[in-house]
């Protein structure tokens, strides 16, 4: 089978495999959130694009000269989507400028224009109508490139310049999925200017080899952020309706017991630091720092660090760590968080990733989280 056509059907099977997410989603529980209507039209919009071009290379219009010439140019809103689904994922909406108001007159702009070339095109017979419409192409999507990345740009200025808008957020999600996505997003966008360049070089005669990177990579990174979206989503759902129930008090019971007897004033603000954690539960603080925690308990951070060390013998990530553990376990036997994932149930206890969960919770109970929860509930 010749690249060409591996690559023809790809466009095809990833074109059906997103109509297809975007009817799960759709009518999914949360197919409601604002966030992932936005997702679903980010996704759609891929899904339309490769069946365009899928239509294009198998050219079934040849003959049509209006349906051949109708290309639509979905890319022109992919970034404006992920932008309008970032703001509505970190709860900014309201604060945010809503740039569809702007993008989608933008986008049926340039529609009317491909239909007026079509229109005044259609009854000449020209011998260099061909190079005309690539040009016209070419220019289009230069266009679409340069809004593209001035929303991609401005959405990472929203989400790193703008962390006091969506602090609530952060305290359930890290974001580090997102900022993931930015990163691969760059190399989509450097591919993009690479296909395009090679077509202005040939004189604006398209080279498809130089687009099939661009649009494996596009589609590969949109349904890679739509699966995300669905898993943080559910997450960040999960984590909010877990917090409301934690309770200080069930916890205060059990969790951490002084071996070594020492000076009374060094066992005192031990047992006060162990107090002020609890009461404000600071170990769930993925970023807790001794500094932060010293400030806190109004003492030097070198003698709090010193404190701990002595009476615990342990150094602070492991002394703060035993506390999450024990707090984790406590809900994962607990019958009031039976239906939260063991994933939402480690990062609500402190933890800033699944694998520093699962990696920390099996070095101090010799079990991974799973293989607790089957042996508490044989």
Known sequence: ??????????????ALHGFLFCCIILFSKNGSEKSMQFINLLVLTISLNNLQS???????FNNYFI???????????????????????????????????IIVPTFLLTICIRIGFIYFYSEKALVNRDYIFEKYTSIEEIFSLLVSLAVFGYSFHVLTKKETLFAKILSFDNLKWIYTFFKLGLFTYLFWMIA???TVALDF??????????????????????????IQLRLLKERKKLRKQLTVSSIKKEIFKVHNEKNIDQKQLFNNIKLLLLEKQLFTE???????????????ATKLSNTIKQISDKNFNDFI????????????????????????IGLESGFNSKSAFYATFKKLTGFTPSDFLKNNFK
Do not use: C
């Open 67 to 101: 349906l051949d010439y109708t290309h639509i140019p979905w890319h022109f809103l992919i970034a404006p989507f992920f932008y309008m689904f970032l703001i509505n994922y970190l709860e900014i909406e309201k604060q945010q400028k809503n740039i569809l108001k």
């Open 205 to 230: 005669k398209e080279f498809i080899y130089s687009y099939y990177p661009l649009r494996v990579l596009t589609t590969v990174l949109i349904y890679w952020i739509g699966y995300q979206a669905i």
């Open 321 to 344: 760590n035993e506390f999450r553990v024990d707090f984790a376990k406590q809900l994962l036997i607990d019958e009031t968080y039976k239906n939260y994932t063991i994933t939402a």
């Open 286 to 300: 993925p970023k807790l720092t001794v500094e932060f925690l010293a400030n806190e308990a109004d003492v030097n």
């Open 196 to 198: 395009l360049a090679i």
């Open 54 to 60: 899928w239509i294009v290379t198998k050219n079934f």
């Open 1 to 14: 089978m010749a690249v060409s056509e591996i690559f023809n059907l790809f466009l095809l099977i990833s």
